[in-house]
DNA sequence: TCCTCCTACGTCAACGTTGACGTAACCGAG
DNA sequence: CTCGGTTACGTCAACGTTGACGTAGGAGGA
């Protein structure tokens, strides 16, 4: 069998030959373009089905005056993780309503690969695209916008204007938790982040600050930890936090593994049920852990759909202002972060 | 600010006029090609900056001899299950390396889909495809083959010649699975799985009776439910199962989902520390439950790996016979396989 | 000195498709 | 019967790029 079949594809020419007609009729039957008798019609479609002739799109979209490939580039941190692979999908869906296709990529979040990514996508004339933006600066993203290319943010903003973006309520939901916590009478409330380099991370601890605040409890210095990336980096940071004299009684994880590494602490300890623990981003079975986690679940579908919805309707040239949608994020209670303080000081 | 830029991309015409030379020689610089002397590139190479030239991929891989789109196609069941983005990133990894992006879509399992995506990546000439075959007949995949696109089925092997696959030790696994269970003294070993119309499922139901035959026990019918398409289908078959007059004292589930609901009735039970279960695929945080889920792991970046090879090989013009290769999975013993039948009848 | 070979370019056409435009045949109205 | 309009085609060139091939000029050998 031959793998590498040396076949040549039928073209155009190849059914106008069989069906005696114009290379250009043949364009017409194929797009569904009037001009074309219905004798003729079938005929082409006839010699079209017997050669097995499938339409270039590459030779197409060159020629075309809209100059669309019907493809959006799909840029995000890591595709095997299930905040990202589920954005994909709902990005995928929407795209696929509008017959476009998604060439998808994971940038690591690292700048580099991520402008190397961008160029593979552009050399590729994707018809727009959909970023998670890596951290640090933007230029490349920038850059590429300004060429003209149709660009869509999701999870973080653009650090440059005339661009749209897709965010969830990093803060308030952050917040919110945060007075959760605070309300059944934790005073002593840890943050664990992300990269600061992060927008999220950013935008939740500042929900963290506000809650606080906003509870009346002061700030302890020594209960914040950031730029815990990987499970890993927060297990350590978890348990020097609970090995502090006076430790705290509730957690906030700003972040899916960030929420794992502190579990596994906790269970470590054997004092999952006596600390509270709120994680930000839901996590499968997260309910059916013993206490359930409690967390703030973004609304992840919403978010891919607003982000298609956004991309589709810049590449089919709406000009409006740019637009920063918020896709509401919602604490979903399970037990974690129901925990009271177990012994007041 | 215009989202749907209207300036025209650069092309080398204009780098060609810019740096008063030919497009061809532009074309040798680009592709740093000999046959352009040391200041001639220099003066491309600043045209080019100064333009913001980027090459068309697209016109490029339609003039070229190879034809090459340095594209693959990934047509999976469902990009948001971790396993088939786990897969993904496997491959997209792999692809990377050889300066080659992935079109991924979901079939969801669906034939008819399937073959509409198979379409589209086809018209954008794909170098090649790497597909988990939906359940039932294999003709769009077949005929596509046929066509001579390179092609490797993961997960699932071709019901056709001529084709490489992937897949990995479904049959031993389960039944090294349901032997661990039985040299624990169990009898009645439940057997859930997921649409008969797989060839996994297909493949670990057999494992299942290999192991009862190995183990002298005999099949007790009413204990095999299959079609559990999802984890609701998946909780009211266990609780059928556990409200029999003989129940099960084991159960194995042969595939994520239908764990996940088996584990939820479990629990809902509280028997979750009476019964065994060993589960087929790994999934987040399986160790973290109480008690831990003993499972079959399967190699995913170890069968994202090996396809991604197989399929550049292909595309590389290798013309081996095909290869069925096999990547071994292991059993996980967490403590929910590892219970012992509780009272003896 | 003349011829050959090589290097560094350029010219031209073609990849598969479609936009712009041309034209022959036919139709209905005046 | 003529004229304007419409329908159903065809012709040609171009999208951005590269393969095949041509050529001018210089280097080098006999």
Same mark, same amino acid.
């Given at each position: 069998?031959?793998?590498?079949?040396?076949?040549?594809? &039928?073209?155009?020419?190849?059914?106008?030959?069989?069906?005696?007609?114009?290379?250009? *009729?043949?364009?017409?039957?194929?797009?569904?373009?009037?001009?074309?008798?219905?004798?003729?019609?079938?005929?082409?479609?006839?010699?079209?089905?017997?050669?097995?002739?499938?339409?270039?799109?590459?030779?197409?979209?060159?020629?075309?005056?809209?100059?669309?490939?019907?493809?959006?580039?799909?840029?995000?941190?890591? /595709?095997?993780?299930?905040?990202?692979?589920?954005?994909?999908?709902?990005?995928?869906?929407?795209?696929?309503?509008?017959?476009?296709?998604?060439?998808?990529?994971?940038?690591?979040?690292?700048? *580099?690969?991520?402008?190397? /990514?961008?160029?593979?996508?552009?050399?590729?004339?994707?018809?727009?695209?959909?970023?998670?933006?890596?951290?640090?600066?933007?230029?490349?993203?920038?850059?590429?916008?300004?060429?003209?290319?149709?660009?869509?943010?999701?999870?973080?903003?653009?650090?440059?204007?005339?661009?749209?973006?897709?965010?969830? *309520?990093?803060?308030?939901?952050?917040?919110?938790?945060?007075?959760?916590?605070?309300?059944?009478?934790?005073?002593?409330?840890?943050?664990?982040?992300?990269?600061?380099?992060?927008?999220?991370?950013?935008?939740?601890?500042?929900?963290?600050?506000?809650?606080?605040?906003?509870?009346? /409890?002061?700030?302890?210095?020594?209960?914040?930890?950031?730029?815990?990336?990987?499970?890993?980096?927060?297990?350590?940071?978890?348990?020097?936090?609970?090995?502090?004299?006076?430790?705290?009684?509730?957690?906030?994880?700003?972040?899916?593994?960030?929420?794992?590494?502190?579990?596994?602490?906790?269970?470590?300890?054997?004092?999952?049920?006596?600390?509270?623990?709120?994680?930000?981003?839901?996590?499968?079975?997260?309910?059916? /852990?013993?206490?359930?986690?409690?967390?703030?679940?973004?609304?992840?579908?919403?978010?891919?759909?607003?982000?298609?919805?956004?991309?589709?309707?810049?590449?089919?040239?709406?000009?409006?202002?740019?637009?920063?949608?918020?896709? &509401?994020?919602?604490?979903?209670?399970?037990?974690?972060?129901?925990?009271? &303080?177990?012994?007041?000081?």
């Amino acid at each position: 069998m031959d793998q590498a079949g040396e076949r040549r594809e &039928p073209t155009m020419r190849d059914v106008a030959a069989l069906a005696k007609v114009s290379t250009k *009729t043949v364009s017409r039957v194929i797009n569904d373009l009037p001009g074309a008798g219905p004798e003729v019609v079938e005929r082409v479609r006839a010699a079209a089905r017997s050669l097995g002739y499938r339409p270039n799109l590459t030779a197409s979209s060159l020629r075309r005056s809209d100059r669309r490939s019907a493809t959006i580039g799909v840029l995000f941190e890591d /595709l095997s993780n299930p905040f990202d692979s589920a954005l994909l999908r709902a990005v995928e869906d929407r795209a696929r309503h509008n017959g476009v296709l998604v060439l998808a990529g994971s940038s690591e979040d690292d700048r *580099t690969l991520q402008g190397e /990514l961008l160029v593979s996508l552009s050399a590729r004339r994707v018809d727009g695209v959909v970023v998670m933006a890596a951290g640090g600066h933007q230029d490349a993203l920038q850059q590429e916008r300004e060429r003209g290319t149709p660009m869509v943010l999701v999870d973080r903003p653009p650090t440059f204007g005339g661009t749209d973006c897709v965010t969830t *309520t990093n803060r308030e939901s952050s917040r919110e938790a945060v007075l959760q916590l605070a309300s059944l009478g934790h005073r002593d409330i840890a943050f664990l982040g992300d990269r600061r380099t992060l927008w999220t991370s950013q935008e939740r601890y500042t929900g963290y600050l506000e809650g606080l605040a906003q509870a009346g /409890l002061t700030l302890r210095e020594e209960l914040v930890r950031t730029d815990l990336h990987g499970a890993d980096l927060a297990e350590t940071a978890a348990t020097e936090l609970l090995d502090l004299d006076r430790p705290p009684s509730a957690l906030f994880t700003a972040q899916n593994l960030v929420t794992v590494g502190a579990m596994r602490v906790l269970r470590a300890r054997d004092q999952q049920h006596l600390i509270a623990l709120i994680g930000f981003d839901d996590f499968p079975l997260a309910d059916m /852990l013993e206490p359930g986690i409690t967390v703030v679940r973004q609304d992840v579908p919403g978010l891919g759909r607003k982000a298609a919805e956004l991309i589709f309707a810049r590449i089919d040239g709406d000009t409006s202002p740019p637009v920063h949608a918020v896709v &509401p994020a919602a604490l979903v209670r399970r037990g974690s972060g129901e925990i009271a &303080p177990s012994a007041p000081r």
